[in-house]
């Protein structure tokens, strides 16, 4: 059959959001398995390919429980790309603060804490999948991200091909004191702009509102960074989408992440809408502030 399985292999770290994952993708029609041996993932791809059934779409999920045999992931991947199976590997992660607070909250026992504490598992796992993440087609920190954004991005990335769009493009407001976003492509420091922070009656605003977005327009470093932006993204997009890139991610970064890069990524919005690149749009730290 000239028409092989596809297959997205999930992976990253436990809590980043892989079992709701692999539950995304059982809704987007794939046939999921969690934790196959990585050894018989190729007899698994074989036995997919001859059946009469219409398993076309094949989502697998790998993490750190699959013990000695994760050691062999690399050379199953090389199998399955050599048998000629499109196969692309999806990375999870998400920050320490983040996994350990997911952790908290739900009172379960990190795979690799053993007797020692949360944050402790969560390092030795990281360690544990790097090699994963370095062979990723595909990286998404979840530290921001809502199940609901979470699901839209993943349909938007490996839903039905008539439903998708070749290109993605994703603007992300950060703040510096949090960390740069780990799956960011393009970073812009707006931290140089005035900030409404010191203003008052701004301060407990964000620039979603008008008046944050007036203050920092007014000034001219603003508007000048603004069409340089645009002048920029209006240059390269084309260039990655003919470059068949799936997608990009843009972050906008300010000190916390609550008002000079979220009001710049809401102008961003609908500009790159009018040059056809409808964006998704995540304020990362907003809540946080």
């Known amino acids: 059959m000239d028409d092989k399985p596809r297959f997205v292999i999930i992976t990253g770290l436990s809590g980043a959001g892989k079992s709701f994952a692999i539950k995304c993708f059982?809704?987007?029609?794939?046939?999921?398995?969690?934790?196959?041996?990585?050894?018989?993932?190729?007899?698994?791809?074989?036995?997919?390919?001859?059946?009469?059934?219409?398993?076309?779409?094949?989502?697998?999920?790998v993490d750190v429980r699959e013990g000695e045999y994760l050691a062999h992931f690399v050379e199953t991947l090389r199998e399955l790309q050599g048998k000629g199976y499109p196969t692309e590997v999806l990375f999870l992660e998400a920050g320490d603060e983040s996994l350990v607070r997911r952790y908290h909250e739900t009172r379960r026992q990190h795979p690799l804490a053993g007797t020692g504490n949360v944050?402790?598992?969560?390092r030795a796992e990281r360690k544990a999948m790097a090699h994963l993440r370095e062979i990723a087609d595909r990286i998404v920190d979840t530290s921001g991200l809502t199940v609901h954004q979470l699901k839209d991005l993943l349909v938007d990335c490996?839903?039905?091909?008539?439903?998708?769009?070749?290109?993605?493009?994703?603007?992300?407001?950060?703040?510096?004191?949090?960390?740069?976003?780990?799956?960011?492509?393009?970073?812009?420091?707006?931290?140089?702009?005035?900030?409404?922070?010191?203003?008052?009656?701004?301060?407990?605003?964000?620039?979603?509102?008008?008046?944050?977005?007036?203050?920092?327009?007014?000034?001219?470093?603003?508007?000048?960074?603004?069409?340089?932006?645009?002048?920029?993204?209006a240059f390269l997009l084309p260039f990655y989408q003919r470059e068949g890139k799936a997608y990009l991610t843009v972050a906008v970064g300010c000190t916390g992440g609550r008002h000079r890069s979220v009001a710049l990524v809401e102008e961003l919005r609908p500009f790159l809408e009018a040059q056809g690149f409808p964006p998704t749009v995540t304020h990362r730290d907003l809540e946080r502030e």
């Open 158 to 233: 490996y839903g039905a091909t008539k439903g998708r769009k070749a290109f993605t493009v994703s603007l992300v407001s950060f703040g510096y004191k949090h960390g740069i976003p780990y799956d960011s492509d393009l970073v812009f420091d707006v931290r140089f702009l005035p900030n409404p922070h010191f203003v008052e009656g701004l301060r407990a605003l964000d620039g979603r509102e008008a008046s944050v977005r007036e203050f920092i327009l007014k000034h001219d470093e603003s508007r000048q960074l603004l069409d340089r932006l645009k002048d920029l993204l």
């Open 26 to 61: 059982e809704d987007m029609g794939y046939f999921c398995v969690d934790n196959l041996p990585t050894t018989l993932i190729p007899t698994f791809a074989e036995l997919c390919a001859q059946s009469t059934l219409e398993r076309r779409r094949i989502a697998l999920g």
């Open 119 to 122: 944050l402790d598992g969560i």
